[in-house]
T-cell receptor, first 115, second 113 residues
């Protein structure tokens, strides 16, 4: 049973425009959500996170929005740059649960930013 | 900077061989993890450890075992490699605080022939 879902396997945008990556979750016990970026042949690198008590967190060109009632979050990248082309993984954590050490990941979305 | 080092970047093994994947972290993190990444399947948790000599099964532990004899080192063992274990293996560590950010190694690409 997939608890974190990224329903778009890929997304293509033009340089300078906004990229919006979406993520849905089913487990209402998740209290932190994270986004990771992964280039081919490298490990994932942490981008940005948001606590479930917030609805927005911003870091430079990256903003994450959380809609808890819809169990939905999105990552906005503005403006998009060719170097942003990578696979983006959404992840969630339940800090109060029995296995509160682990992250549950979605399947990823391949973002391609065209010059 | 936290560093997670995976000793082998690329390995080619034969079916039935025993395979060891080693991972070392240098930030004194309590928690260490092994994930595998496959196209269309994302990152799936194999095993994790929250203390020395402690381990817990993740979502896909079958065919794997782990060892954590020292805090900084977490090994993944494939007792008898099979072709369906061809994958990218990712080690990670974290301290479990706050957002529970995990730091990943560069990955080990294993091909089983």
């Amino acid at each position: 049973d997939q608890q974190v879902k990224q329903n778009s396997p890929s997304l293509s945008v033009q340089e300078g425009r906004i990229s919006i990556l979406n993520c849905d979750y089913t487990n209402s016990m998740f209290d932190y959500f994270l986004w990771y970026k992964k280039y081919p042949a490298e490990g994932p690198t942490f981008l940005i996170s948001i606590s479930s008590i917030k609805d927005k967190n911003e870091d430079g060109r990256f903003t994450v929005f959380l809609n808890k009632s819809a169990k939905h979050l999105s990552l906005h990248i503005v403006p998009s740059q060719p170097g942003d082309s990578a696979v983006y993984f959404c992840a969630a954590s339940d800090s109060g649960g029995g296995s509160n050490y682990k992250l549950t990941f979605g399947k990823g979305t391949l973002l391609t930013v065209n010059p | 900077d936290v560093k997670v080092t995976q000793s082998s970047r690329y390995l080619v093994k034969r079916t039935g061989e025993k395979v060891f994947l080693e991972c070392v972290q240098d930030m004194d993190h309590e928690n260490m993890f092994w994930y595998r990444q496959d196209p269309g399947l994302g990152l799936r948790l194999i095993y994790f450890s929250y203390d020395v000599k402690m381990k817990e099964k993740g979502d896909i532990p079958e065919g794997y075992s782990v060892s954590r004899e020292k805090k900084e080192r977490f090994s993944l063992i494939l007792e008898s490699a099979s072709t369906n274990q061809t994958s990218m293996y990712l080690c990670a560590s974290g301290d479990g605080a706050g957002a529970n950010v995990l730091t990943f190694g560069a990955g080990s690409r294993l091909t089983v022939l």
